[in-house]
């Protein structure tokens, strides 16, 4: 029988075989290093895209629980703004009305004046009409008599316009009063607002701190952030509690994530 060349294609896949025998050991530990490695691999894979959709997940609800909060606080800011915007509006009404009051007590105090000048002239015109009653003129009796009734209403009108007046200038001090109360209320307004703005800044601040090494900063710009709250929320009529409740929230969960 002839022993095939090693030339020939049997001889080539004899070879083969006798290498793939020989090395057959090295062969499996390669192919099973290579499947381990695939499988390390594809787990790492895995973990790593599981991390991924928690960490979105987190994130995601990071970010709806901010605009909750964003929401939150844009309300309670149109709130105060609506207040302020009242109150300003309160403010051009009494300055219009203390315009007003000014313009009717000059105008009665013209009018008191001409009274007056009125009174002096029939006061004057007595005082003759009684002279000539005096001397025996009769007909100064009746006149005299119809004078003293026109002093009598002058009086009396003098009397009526000097109450209205008064009335009004008692008017124009409380509408003065109001308006400078106003006036405080709107500063306090703005004070408040100004602290909301304030609280959300530090607020915000301390939400881009991750790492241990700033605790001390990321809990006074907390703290500050709560104070501003509960301050607005002790000097005005809105309810902050929700908002304060969520940056305490914050803040332990960040201190909770260093603790051993």
């Known amino acids: 029988m002839e022993t095939p060349s090693n030339n020939s294609f ?3 896949t004899r070879s083969a075989m006798r290498w793939v025998t020989i090395h057959r050991a090295d062969i499996m530990i ?3 290093t290579a499947l381990v490695t695939a499988l390390g691999v594809w787990n790492q894979a895995r973990i790593s895209a599981s991390n991924s959709e928690r960490e979105l997940e987190r994130l995601s609800f990071r970010v709806d629980d901010l605009f909750n909060q964003l929401e939150t606080k844009t309300n309670l800011l149109h709130g105060l703004e609506s207040i302020l915007e009242e109150k300003d509006s309160w403010i051009d009404t009494m300055t219009f009305m203390t315009g ?3 313009f009717e007590i000059v105008e009665l105090n013209a009018m008191i004046i001409g009274l007056k000048g009125d009174l002096e002239k029939e006061k004057q015109n007595a005082s003759f009409l009684r002279n000539k009653i005096i001397d025996q003129d009769d007909d100064g009796k009746d006149q005299l008599i119809e004078s003293l009734t026109q002093i009598t209403i ?11 007046l008064s009335n009004d200038r008692a008017i124009e001090q409380q509408m003065q009063f109001e308006n400078s109360k106003l006036k405080s209320e709107i500063a306090q307004m703005d004070y408040l607002i100004k602290l909301l703005f304030e609280g959300i800044e530090k607020e915000s601040f301390a939400d881009t701190y991750e790492g241990p090494q700033d605790r001390r900063r990321v809990n006074n710009l907390y ?4 104070r501003n709250y ?3 929320q002790d000097q005005s009529d809105l309810n902050f509690g929700k908002i304060i409740q969520i940056v305490e929230e914050k803040k332990a969960n960040y201190n ?3 603790k051993d």
């Open 10 to 12: 049997l001889g080539k």
């Open 30 to 32: 390669s192919f099973v």
């Open 100 to 102: 007003e009051r000014r």
């Open 154 to 164: 002058l009086k009396e009108n003098i009397d009526s316009l000097s109450s209205i």
């Open 223 to 226: 703290d500050y952030a709560i």
């Open 230 to 232: 509960k301050s607005v």
């Open 256 to 258: 909770n994530r260093f």
